[in-house]
């Protein structure tokens, strides 16, 4: 298969940027970037380790979207046999096991999301996954709809090579310069009874930009990161018995957090965003992670 992307590597960049010229002009045309090889084996394992860990300790504070029922409950509540015949997107590890955290908070992926950021940038999610999302398109921002325009990144990285069969990451290069819809209380944020509408939007630009949908075929330990604009969701699963594992990160400005009064806790030279897991219908208050050994940074 020809990638219609040009590879990148985070090399090349001048002292005052880790983005080289030609990141910079790809992320500005497309709205994305492909970053090969980016992650070692090792520490995709380390992260994959722990999602297989999760699962095995039935972790009582995690909390999981059931993918074909739509239900949202305890990771813990999972029966074996949905656990063998669904498909789960699991909800942020990263506020409770330190490799996943990793994979999004370092030396070397940090400085890269904080120059598309332009800001500090705060790690405020993370979603694991086994099988394919097989999402609908969509864009990021419409349901985490930062303060400030563009403060919102995303990185996807693959925790295995991507079989075409396999539900890959479909995406439309230049689609983040679409107008965002506004609805009807004046927002960017989805109102679900007026989502046709804002897919009309995003149909009718998309015919008239004359975008391509393209798949992201990824071997592991690739990362993919796109703007909080830019249409994307999950092919078709051809083959349910295969997998594609993968964990989505996403980040916030430090500047955004501080001003809705979050607290930070330090990681390197970047952030993550401590707080209660998600919310699940019926059950009490969310679970707390445990403290971070570093003090919080509060406004």
């Known amino acids: 298969?020809?990638?219609?992307?040009?590879?990148?590597?985070?090399?090349?960049?001048?002292?005052?940027?880790?983005?080289?010229?030609?990141?910079?002009?790809?992320?500005?045309?497309?709205g994305l970037l492909v970053l090969p090889g980016f992650y070692s084996p090792a520490e995709v394992d380390d992260a994959e380790a722990s999602l297989r860990e999760a699962w095995a300790q039935g972790a009582p504070r995690i909390v999981v979207d059931d993918l074909v029922t739509g239900e949202r409950l305890p990771l813990a509540r999972v029966s074996e046999q949905a656990r063998r015949e669904?498909?789960?997107?699991?909800?942020?590890?990263?506020?409770?096991?330190?490799?996943?955290?990793?994979?999004?908070?370092?030396?070397?992926?940090?400085?890269?999301?904080?120059?598309?950021?332009?800001?500090?940038?705060?790690?405020?999610?993370?979603?694991?996954?086994?099988?394919?999302?097989a999402q609908p398109d969509h864009v990021d921002s419409l349901y985490m709809t930062p303060r400030s325009p563009h403060h919102l990144v995303a990185i996807w990285v693959a925790l295995e090579d991507t079989h075409p069969d396999a539900g890959p990451l479909r995406y439309y290069p230049g689609s983040h310069k679409i107008p965002q819809y506004v609805f009807s209380n004046g927002s960017h944020h989805f109102i679900q009874d007026e989502m046709p509408l804002w897919d009309r939007h995003m149909r009718a630009q998309v015919?008239?930009?004359?975008?391509?949908?393209?798949?992201?075929?990824?071997?592991?330990?690739?990362?993919?990161?796109?703007?909080?604009?830019?249409?994307?969701?999950?092919?078709?699963?051809?083959?349910?018995?295969?997998?594609?594992?993968?964990?989505?990160?996403?980040?916030?400005?430090?500047?955004?957090?501080?001003?809705?009064?979050?607290?930070?806790?330090?990681?390197?030279?970047?952030?993550?965003?401590?707080?209660?897991?998600?919310?699940?219908?019926?059950?009490?208050?969310?679970?707390?992670?445990?403290?971070?050994?570093?003090?919080?940074?509060?406004?």
């Not at 004359?210 to 969701?233: I, M, N, T």
């Not at 400005?253 to 001003?259: R, V």
Request: hydrophobic share 40%; charged share 25%; aromatic share 10%.
């Open 207 to 299: 015919e008239a930009l004359k975008l391509q949908p393209e798949v992201f075929l990824a071997r592991k330990g690739d990362v993919f990161v796109w703007s909080a604009y830019l249409l994307h969701g999950g092919s078709d699963i051809r083959d349910p018995a295969r997998t594609r594992k993968s964990v989505v990160f996403h980040y916030l400005s430090k500047q955004d957090c501080l001003a809705h009064r979050l607290a930070l806790a330090p990681e390197g030279p970047g952030f993550w965003l401590y707080r209660q897991h998600p919310a699940v219908p019926g059950e009490d208050d969310p679970a707390w992670p445990p403290l971070p050994a570093t003090p919080l940074i509060r406004p």
């Open 86 to 133: 669904h498909r789960f997107k699991v909800s942020d590890l990263y506020l409770e096991r330190e490799a996943v955290r990793r994979l999004a908070l370092n030396e070397r992926i940090t400085p890269i999301v904080a120059a598309l950021l332009g800001h500090p940038p705060v790690l405020c999610n993370s979603l694991s996954f086994e099988q394919g999302s």
């Open 1 to 30: 298969m020809k990638f219609p992307w040009k590879w990148l590597r985070p090399r090349g960049a001048d002292a005052a940027s880790p983005l080289t010229a030609s990141m910079r002009e790809c992320w500005d045309r497309d």
